[in-house]
């Protein structure tokens, strides 16, 4: 009679579980598909509401917590349910070091553990928990979260860091191969290859991999409403010159997250950024006609300096010397086997933008805008300097956001480096390379 009684009791703890999980899954999904059944226009309530969902369901599980805390089941959901906002908490934290303590191979306990040390900051004990947990069973979460961790772990060495960010990336495709349909998974890869871009060279196949990735996170119901995936996204954008997109992304995730203050800031960068560009272009960096033809006077095929031997070796490889070309009659995309040669009439400091931006004009008086990355903070041309581009790549812009419109052509030029200033090339302290932030 006794072991049926315990037999009764088991099952019936084992329904109360059942019923606890669903409840903390509800909590979570209130979260996730917040948007679904909000609008937009609620996003500052989200947090707060969020968590008066939190309370409610604490104050039901705490009704069954007499007869279920020394069991490690409740306790997870008990932690998970405190974890689902974005701070820490020291009640989560207990519940989950108490419930691997009695269930070590409880792998959601260990991957919330993680979480919660992650936003306390403990990033040591956060990979602790993820890598533990990944012995037990391989998952996910657990993958992902680990890529997160490694590239924010301190390192002496610049080449750790860059082991570090390869790994991530490793793992995260394999979070990615565990469930191609999980849309945080991918949001995960297109952070670990966009620190991968940055950190190990810009090629440029690491930037499309993470522009991929991040257009698979933002098909998806769940990751969609994620802010730090758009403000992410957008950064690369901007760095891409896809300033449209650009703009775009930092406006959703500032709609999504009230609170997220670097969203509109950058949106508003960019769009001063293009006011002031198109603005420059049209009068011509404000250079007065007369100063402005003295300037082109000056201009001659000598400013091409090393371009005009044969034995030139231009960026994309090709050796000899390099014909110049009117600015107006640059094709859109790579021009190969010319150069473009002008007076420099006014600059923009890369200081809160992506690149450092000079306008030139050549001798047909065609101003065009050119913009040089990973530049050090001491580089930059004057006005009335001769730049010659070698073998420029031309894009043109047609910008349209919140009413306003941007129409311009653009040089873009991946090093300082690559230019000849005044008939002569730039030195190595010229360059550093670019770094973005993202969250």
């Known amino acids: 009679m006794a072991e049926k009684e315990e037999s009764g009791e088991a099952g019936e703890d084992k329904t109360e579980l059942h019923i606890i999980k669903e409840l903390v899954d509800e909590l979570y999904n209130f979260r996730d598909c917040y948007f679904e059944t909000h609008s937009v226009e609620d996003a500052g309530r989200k947090d707060?509401?969020?968590?008066?969902?939190?309370?409610?369901?604490?104050?039901?599980?705490?009704?069954?917590?007499?007869?279920?805390?020394?069991?490690?089941?409740?306790?997870?959901?008990?932690?998970?349910?405190?974890?689902?906002?974005?701070?820490?908490?020291?009640?989560?934290?207990?519940?989950?070091?108490?419930?691997?303590?009695?269930?070590?191979?409880?792998?959601?306990?260990?991957?919330?553990?993680?979480?919660?040390?992650?936003?306390?900051?403990?990033?040591?004990?956060?990979?602790?928990?993820?890598?533990?947990?990944?012995?037990?069973?391989?998952?996910?979460?657990?993958?992902?979260?680990?890529?997160?961790?490694?590239r924010q772990l301190p390192t002496a060495k610049k080449d750790e860091h860059g082991?570090?960010?390869?790994?991530?990336?490793?793992?995260?495709?394999?979070?990615?191969?565990?469930?191609?349909?999980?849309?945080?998974?991918?949001?995960?890869?297109?952070?670990?290859?966009?620190?991968?871009?940055?950190?190990?060279?810009?090629?440029?196949?690491?930037?499309?991999?993470?522009?991929?990735?991040?257009?698979?996170?933002?098909?998806?119901?769940?990751?969609?409403?994620?802010?730090?995936?758009?403000?992410?996204?957008?950064n690369l954008f901007y760095y891409e010159e896809m300033f449209g997109c650009a703009l775009e992304g930092y406006s959703r995730a500032a709609a999504l997250d009230p609170n997220l203050e670097e969203a509109p800031e950058k949106e508003k960068q960019v769009l001063e950024y293009l006011e002031k560009v198109t603005e420059l272009i049209q009068n011509k960096g404000k250079v007065k006609t007369r100063r402005l033809k003295t300037m082109l006077s000056n201009l001659n095929t000598s400013a091409l300096g090393p371009c005009s031997s044969p034995q030139f070796r231009a960026p994309s490889g090709r050796v000899g010397s390099l014909e110049p070309r009117s600015l107006s009659s640059l094709t859109h995309g790579h021009n190969p086997g010319v150069a473009a040669l002008g007076k420099v009439v006014f600059s923009l400091a890369s200081q809160g933008r992506m690149a450092f931006t000079f306008g030139m004009v050549d001798s047909e008086e065609t101003c065009l805008v050119v913009m040089v990355y990973n530049t050090a903070d001491t580089w930059g041309v004057l006005i009335g300097d001769s730049v010659v581009v070698p073998e420029p790549n031309v894009k043109r812009h047609s910008i349209t956001h919140k009413d306003k419109s941007y129409d311009f052509k653009s040089i873009r030029v991946d090093s300082p480096l690559l230019l000849i200033v005044n008939g002569k090339l730039q030195n190595a302290q010229s360059q550093i390379p670019v770094s973005i932030s993202y969250r």
């Open 48 to 150: 707060n509401d969020v968590k008066q969902k939190m309370e409610q369901t604490l104050k039901k599980l705490e009704e069954k917590e007499d007869i279920l805390k020394h069991k490690a089941e409740f306790l997870l959901q008990k932690g998970r349910c405190l974890n689902v906002t974005p701070d820490f908490s020291a009640a989560a934290e207990e519940c989950l070091s108490r419930a691997v303590k009695l269930d070590p191979c409880l792998v959601e306990a260990w991957n919330i553990l993680g979480d919660q040390y992650w936003k306390r900051g403990d990033m040591i004990a956060s990979k602790n928990c993820f890598t533990g947990a990944l012995q037990h069973e391989k998952n996910k979460v657990s993958l992902r979260n680990l890529s997160m961790v490694l």
């Open 163 to 234: 082991k570090h960010v390869l790994e991530s990336v490793d793992l995260a495709r394999e979070a990615v191969q565990l469930d191609v349909s999980d849309g945080t998974s991918w949001c995960i890869l297109g952070n670990a290859y966009l620190s991968l871009f940055f950190s190990c060279g810009q090629n440029p196949q690491f930037s499309q991999q993470a522009l991929s990735a991040y257009a698979k996170a933002a098909a998806d119901r769940i990751a969609c409403s994620m802010p730090d995936l758009h403000f992410n996204r957008a």
